[in-house]
């Protein structure tokens, strides 16, 4: 491509930059810009021959825009039809697409919405990245540095290299664009399958690697606006890895189960499963608590917190290495001293992720994806039902619904242990339920052991499992453990034996009708 002689530029209108950098714009905001930049400009309408019309709908959908963007310079049966129909060439296309991801994300009606889908945008945007053997099109600010230095080494021309790189990002675009709106509208329509289905993201952050150092990775943003690790703001600490940010989401997806209105809560996550949940008083009490569960486990993990870090509980953590801390905010003086642990990340999102909200998650198969709606279900909106002659007592219905929420964030099968608001044994991903019940009841025997005392901190403890126990076996190990109460699903074909069973060893338990499986 030689020097640009004339560029169309789009952002809530369209801007084109003619000859001696004169312009051509739709849209008075720019266009008054542009004139006080001490530029040329005209409106399209004036380009075109053709009046804007629809409230805008119709206005750059025009043959001299299309064909100046799609006509091959050097086809003669193209430079005829531009000379027959006074078609003049356009050799750079930027486009700033209508805000429609950010329309919605901030709870836009319908007509709003449908209002804010670009038509013109993308028609053009795929135009010029068609012909990009002419044309370059841009559709990224950051991009304009890179273009403007490589036209001034280049006497005002770009690379096909260039134009190529250029026109896959603005196929990308498009096609993010694309996904953004269809899943909006199947999610306005109730539809659960649709035909087509996409999704889209912008690049976040390249990686040295993913989960291992054979593997490629990087990290992009969808256009889901949920507070996470994906908005948040990174106070400190080294780059965060493919790992880093998979166990990062998972420890403050299960800390935000837990209100901050009622309290304290802090999760400890190592390779994306709890080894430590617990409430307090203070955060640095849940802290305590939290790491109590599984102190091994917890050097090298993730601390994920629901409310505002302070010194007292960023005291503790600094304690034994941890990699990420991530909280709504932070004080002042929690910042200056995590500081001091150059390696130790800190993330502030500026609040919790809903767990009741909706949303879309996928994982890919040989061939194709998986997609399915994001676990919202929550045990205090679920009826829970006793099934044994004994019932819970309060202190035992309020552990077992934190240990349910606990459960739901645990890989399966997952068991946990609670007392007194924190996990005290955690089974995670066996291949059989018992298994993951010793697995527990292990466990906090070892932290007893770590805490210099006798009995395991299973003992008068609750269990909670992620899904119906298949048999008795599961049950019978965590009341040798020392739990006195079980919650669970239910709906398994031998639930009266399990529920005899648990009356036989004196415990409570109670159904939810809910699965939490987490593969």
Request: glycine content about 10%.
């Amino acid at each position: 491509m030689t020097a640009p002689r004339r560029v169309l530029v789009l952002g809530s209108g369209a801007l084109k930059i003619g000859e001696a950098g004169e312009f051509d714009y739709s849209g008075s905001q720019a266009l008054k810009a542009l004139r006080e930049a001490g530029l040329r400009v005209t409106e399209v309408s004036d380009h075109t021959g053709f009046p804007e019309m629809m409230d805008g709908r119709v206005k750059t959908l025009h043959p001299k825009v299309h064909g100046g963007l799609l006509a091959i310079r050097e086809n003669p049966a193209h430079e005829a039809a531009m000379l027959a129909h006074g078609i003049e060439p356009i050799d750079l296309l930027v486009v700033n697409l209508y805000p429609f991801e950010a329309t919605v994300a901030r709870g836009a009606d319908f007509d709003d919405a449908v209002e804010n889908i670009d038509i013109g945008g993308p028609a053009m945007i795929r135009a010029a990245a068609k012909n990009h053997a002419d044309v370059a099109v841009i559709v990224e600010n950051a991009d304009f540095a890179r273009v403007l230095e490589e036209m001034a080494t280049h006497k005002g021309s770009l690379s096909l290299a260039t134009r190529r790189a250029l026109a896959q990002k603005a196929y990308a675009r498009t096609a993010s664009y694309d996904a953004a709106i269809s899943n909006w509208f199947a999610r306005q329509n109730g539809e659960n399958e649709p035909t087509f289905r996409a999704f889209g993201g912008t690049l976040a952050q390249g990686m040295r690697y993913g989960e291992n150092p054979h593997q490629k990775a990087a990290f992009y943003r969808s256009p889901e606006q949920r507070a996470g690790v994906a908005e948040a703001r990174q106070v400190q600490g080294k780059q965060l890895s493919f790992n880093n940010l998979n166990d990062t989401d998972a420890a403050f997806e299960c800390v935000a189960e837990f209100d901050p209105r009622a309290g304290a809560a802090v999760a400890i996550i190592k390779h994306a499963n709890p080894c430590g949940v617990a409430l307090g008083a203070t955060l640095r009490e849940a802290y305590l608590s939290a790491l109590r569960c599984d102190p091994v486990s917890a050097f090298g993990g993730i601390v994920a917190l629901n409310g505002r870090l302070d010194r007292a509980a960023a005291e503790e953590i600094v304690k034994i290495f941890t990699e990420v801390i991530i909280a709504p905010e932070a004080d002042d003086d929690a910042v200056a001293l995590i500081a001091g642990k150059k390696n130790l990340r800190l993330l502030l999102t500026g609040g919790l992720p809903d767990p009741r909200s909706p949303g879309l998650v996928f994982r890919t198969l040989a061939g194709g994806f998986l997609v399915q709606e994001r676990d919202n279900a929550v045990v205090d909106d679920m009826e829970l039902r006793v099934v044994t002659k004994r019932h819970p007592d309060a202190r035992e219905m309020e552990d077992l619904k934190f240990a349910f929420r606990v459960a739901k964030h645990v890989k399966s099968n997952a068991i946990v242990y609670a007392r007194n608001g924190a996990t005290v044994g955690i089974g995670a991903g066996q291949m059989s339920r018992v298994d993951s019940s010793r697995i527990a009841a292990w466990k906090a025997g070892e932290a007893a052991k770590a805490l210099g005392l006798a009995d395991s901190l299973a003992k008068g403890s609750v269990v909670a499992s992620d899904a119906f126990f298949p048999f008795a076996d599961g049950l019978l190990a965590a009341a040798a453990a020392g739990a006195t109460a079980a919650i669970q699903p239910g709906g398994s074909m031998r639930d009266d034996e399990v529920v005899r069973a648990a009356d036989e060893a004196g415990l409570a338990m109670v159904f939810t009708g809910h699965r939490h499986f987490r593969h």
